[in-house]
Nanobody, 125 residues
Framework: VQLQASGGGLAQAGGSLRLSCAAS????????MGWFRQAPGKERRFVAAISWNGGTTHYADSVKGRFTIFRDSARQTVYLQMNGLKPEDTAVYSC???????????????????WGQGTLVTVSS
């Protein structure tokens, strides 16, 4: 599985960005997807995840109500819509695929099998 993340950039506090993660190499609608982020000098942390069919989503408490994860099977792409951005959202965001087919959605980094390159999100105050 190859994952290509894009959409990062500079935003002002309160603004919005949409990240995309295009997947290829395996039947897209059989595996769960997640977004993680790593802020400067900190460990990578879970942000959001979505089930293979889009029916289940999970969010970190810090982004609930502001971020939305969704997927488009026709485009084989997972998105992270980020609204109400805060300076503390500044990080490198990475998408990941959990290839346990039709499995439960997980927030555990080690459960993900493939990772895309990160895309940098910078939020200014």
């Amino acid at each position: 599985v190859q994952l290509q993340a894009s959409g990062g950039g500079l935003a002002q506090a309160g603004g919005s960005l949409r990240l995309s993660c295009a997947a290829s190499g395996r039947t897209f609608n059989t595996y769960n997807m997640g977004w993680f982020r790593q802020a400067p000098g900190k460990e990578r942390r879970f942000v959001a995840a979505i089930s293979w069919n889009g029916g289940t989503t999970h969010y970190a408490d810090s982004v609930k109500g502001r971020f939305t994860i969704f997927r488009d099977s026709a485009r084989q792409t997972v998105y992270l819509q980020m609204n109400g951005l805060k300076p503390e959202d500044t990080a490198v965001y990475s998408c990941a695929a959990d290839l346990s087919a039709f499995g439960l959605v997980t927030m555990t980094e080690g459960e993900y099998d493939y990772w895309g390159q990160g895309t940098l999100v910078t939020v200014s105050s």
